[in-house]
């Protein structure tokens, strides 16, 4: 079974330029989260997906991020424009509903370094 | 106060030894815990995931929950080098699928 795809593996941008980031989630899976981690510090939830519906954006900066799931398959996920704190791995993970794990299989992460 | 707290560590042990890494947490209402291993450099691989009180263990590793307590923790036992890794906390709220992560905490098997 094929994992959680993310591309890129890496971005470096200035300050102020826009990124995206891709998320390609195990089949079948239903739900789909963004998250961000800084440097010495665990991920935090961005925004989580429900098939198409967004069920959690509450720590997601929606004055330059922004997400989609289309279809209820991929995503993206976008920041613009973007500030030096931003710099951060950002994982995508999902996971499949009906389990009572609800485990999350994370994807390897999109490392973007903003100067 | 932090959702989820770790000691960050490092927390150096030797090979063969056991090694306890403990988590708190502040929200009452938590309805599972899961422990994660994360490489330099890589993704967060699930370990062990615990939502009743008390021990539950699977290989070389052992859970504990006290919810009264507000208090998990993780036991490796005859700790590897291979086991040199962050470990971090995860905590899912009530009625929450997403999960709040502690910072790590960060162990090293000297060999």
Known sequence: ?115 | QKEVEQNSGPLSVPEGAIASLNCTYSDRGSQSFFWYRQYSGKSPELIMFIYSNGDKEDGRFTAQLNKASQYVSLLIRDSQPSDSATYLCAVRGAGRRALTFGSGTRLQVQP
């Not at chain 1, 981690?37 to 989580?48: D, W």
């Not at chain 1, 519906?53 to 799931?69: I, M, N, T, W, Y």
């Open chain 1, 1 to 115: 079974e094929a994992g959680v795809a993310q591309s890129p593996r890496y971005k470096i941008i200035e300050k102020r330029q826009s990124v995206a980031f891709w998320c390609n989630p195990i089949s079948g899976h239903a739900t789909l989260y963004w998250y961000q981690q800084i440097l010495g510090q665990g991920p935090k939830l961005l925004i989580q997906f429900q098939n198409n519906g967004v069920v959690d954006d509450s720590q997601l900066p929606k004055d330059r991020f922004s997400a989609e799931r289309l279809k209820g398959v991929d995503s993206t996920l976008k920041i613009q424009p973007a500030k030096l704190e931003d710099s951060a791995v950002y994982l995508c993970a999902s996971s499949l509903e009906g389990l009572a794990t609800h485990e999350q299989y994370f994807g390897p992460g999109t490392r973007l370094t903003v100067t």
